[in-house]
């Protein structure tokens, strides 16, 4: 894991102009499929730089938490709003209606990702504050067919 999260922290950092940080990485091996959580792990990081400022920070890491594996993009952006937060994983669905600068299947891909593994998508944040977006994954093994990172 720490491998994959200094991987995904450096291809992170290419994708704007913000204070990287990495918070933690984790030694430990995991049964996942390396691109896969690569790929939505990314895609957090994306978001994060999408509803942030220029030269604010955004973190990544990854920790063992009870028997999973836990995989972080922090950032001190816009945040979402407590109504929307259950609904922003779901196809198609963003957080504010108005703005609609993505196709609102980021997110989605994310979750499906995160359950693939026999794990989940969340998030925590307060509006006008930031957002952390955490993937927890099992340590043990899901029913795919996932490559050990």
Do not use: Y
Request: charged letters at 25%; one cysteine or more.
């Amino acid at each position: 894991m720490r491998d994959l999260t200094e991987a995904v922290f450096d291809k992170a950092a290419a994708l704007g102009a913000r204070r990287w940080v990495l918070d933690e990485a984790a030694d430990a091996v995991a049964p996942l499929d390396r691109d896969r959580v690569t790929q939505a792990w990314l895609q957090l990081a994306s978001n994060a730089v999408r509803f942030s400022d220029d030269d604010s920070e955004v973190g990544i890491g990854s920790r063992i938490g009870d028997e999973c594996i836990e995989l972080w993009v922090r950032d001190n952006g816009v945040g979402v709003p407590e109504d929307a937060q259950s609904r922003i994983f779901t196809r198609f669905a963003q957080a504010d209606a108005v703005r609609r600068d993505g196709s609102g299947l980021g997110l989605s891909i994310v979750t499906a990702i995160a359950r693939g593994h026999g794990g989940h998508a969340s998030v925590s944040s307060r509006e006008g504050e930031g957002s952390t977006f955490t993937l927890t994954l099992p340590l043990t093994g899901s029913d795919q067919d996932n490559t050990d990172a």
